[in-house]
């Protein structure tokens, strides 16, 4: 239930309006100057008449649970703590109900909770969700929350986080990234083709560059782009750069992710060569390196990160 306005309806007859039957939750009328009254039991007839009611609502004022999921922040700028939330709600005030025409309360609520929620895990890397959910839980665990001015509570907050599920498999994020070396390919095969079609015929140009640039933009958003290339070719390289920046982005998300898994406890010493073998040879060029000393030095570099968490406990017991 999301609603808490259950009934509602309009008061009329003669010689005396009609009492409606109210069973359950708290009554609110609206009288004929716009005005809302509140009572604590419905009006009598004689009442709604002396006041000149024109209409009634129905609040339900029982507490219900919710639960609602998401991404919550970390201290990364990128990856993110998977959640499930649960809480419980009830509405204290139906006046200020019935007069903002609250019929979402979970909305509301939740709105609110993430807010509350987003400042304090912000301050924890995203390999460590069992930290931030100890945080949520010490914050704002046990605490009651008076929202929408002071109209509905909100109760039994708790929380479970997960980290990212980049963390869990990242090397199946490298196999989607394009190097720099790979951009240039393309750029530079763009503007031969564009250079070559301008001499052909108009109906076999569009048809050839919309096979010629399909390949390039296969994906998602294939068509749409081969569509747009195949009208505009001479908007090639602003397409390519479009996708140069995507190929960046992507490249941030996934060093981020190597970052966070290396310095993870659960990850051997196996697993962090393997990682660090195939972040050489997916995204190597992209961050300035050549095939040969320079490549071995940060495969070692991202193996020794490792060795050190593991040797730290040795060191500190000696």
Not at 60 to 73: K, L, M
Not at 127 to 151: C, S, T, Y
Not at 152 to 173: G, M, N, T
Not at 285 to 294: D, F, Q, R, S
């Amino acid at each position: 239930m999301s609603n808490p306005i259950i009934d509602q309806g309009h008061i009329s007859g003669f010689p005396l309006p009609k009492r409606p039957d109210i069973e359950s939750g708290r009554p609110v009328y609206r009288k004929t100057n716009g005005q809302y009254v509140a009572p604590d039991s419905p009006l009598t007839a004689g009442e709604l008449l002396h006041q000149r009611v024109k209409r009634y609502y129905v609040v339900d004022v029982s507490p219900h649970g919710a639960v609602f999921t998401g991404q919550v922040r970390t201290d990364s700028e990128v990856l993110k703590f998977d959640f499930t939330a649960r809480y419980d709600w009830q509405v204290l005030d139906p006046l200020a109900i019935v007069e903002h025409t609250v019929t979402d309360v979970p909305a509301r609520c939740e709105d609110h909770l993430l807010g509350l929620m987003h400042e304090v895990t912000r301050q924890y890397p995203p390999n460590e969700p069992a930290a931030a959910e100890r945080a949520l839980v010490q914050v704002l665990g046990g605490r009651d929350f008076d929202v929408f001015a002071k109209g509905i509570r909100i109760s039994r907050f708790r929380a479970e986080l997960e980290a990212p599920a980049r963390l869990k498999d990242p090397l199946h994020d490298l196999a989607s990234i394009d190097t720099e070396a790979e951009i240039q390919r393309q750029r530079k095969k763009l503007e031969n083709e564009i250079e070559t079609l301008t001499q052909q015929g108009e109906l076999g140009r569009q048809a050839q560059r919309f096979k010629e640039f399909r390949t390039l933009v296969d994906g998602g958003r294939a068509s749409v782009l081969a569509f747009w290339l195949a009208e505009n070719p001479t908007d090639a390289a602003q397409v390519v750069d479009v996708l140069a920046n995507q190929a960046n982005e992507d490249n941030r998300v996934v060093l981020e992710t190597i970052k966070y898994t290396l310095e993870s406890e659960h990850i051997s010493p196996d697993q962090a060569d393997g990682l660090a073998d195939a972040l050489i040879k997916r995204i190597g060029t992209k961050i300035g390196l050549t095939e040969g000393a320079e490549a071995m030095n940060l495969t070692d570099y991202l193996r020794q990160i490792t060795s050190d968490e593991e040797s730290a406990p040795e060191r500190a017991t000696e």
